[in-house]
């Protein structure tokens, strides 16, 4: 069975630091593109950061480039989100999800396949 679940979400103050994991059972990583995205309230859902499933390139929305990294072990088979820098505006439910049709660059929703459940991110002094 095909499953992304997210992890390590919380409360953070701004400045701080988190980093999220996204453990993948029922396929690995090696072929497909897994990315990160978030949804604020009242706002529609934003691709975060996305990592390449055949040669690890990583992509990034500009307002989280050089705070924020995506990376890949697999031998856990999971990918995680390094947040820095964390501001309130990155307040939001973060989630992980697996897209089975791109393996290379995909940054919107639509392009994904498989979601996780979501982790809470609140940044907030």
């Known amino acids: 069975q095909v499953q992304v679940v997210e992890s390590g979400g919380g409360l953070v103050q701004p400045g701080g630091s988190l980093r999220l994991s996204c453990a993948a059972s029922?396929?690995?990583?090696?072929?497909?593109?897994i990315g990160w995205f978030r949804q604020a309230p009242g706002k529609e859902r934003e691709g975060v950061s996305c990592?390449?499933?055949?040669?690890?390139?990583?992509y990034y929305v500009d307002s989280v480039k050089g705070r924020f990294t995506i990376s890949r072990d697999d031998a856990k088979n999971t990918v995680y989100l390094q947040m820095n820098s964390l501001k309130p505006d990155d307040t939001a439910v973060y989630y992980c999800?697996?897209?089975?049709?791109?393996?290379?660059?995909?940054?919107?929703?639509?392009?994904?396949?498989?979601w996780g459940q979501g982790t809470q991110v609140t940044v907030s002094s």
């Open positions: 999800a697996a897209s089975f049709r791109y393996s290379d660059r995909a940054m919107y929703a639509d392009e994904y396949d498989y």
């Open positions: 990592i390449s499933g055949t040669n690890r390139k990583t």
């Open positions: 029922g396929f690995t990583l090696d072929y497909y593109a």
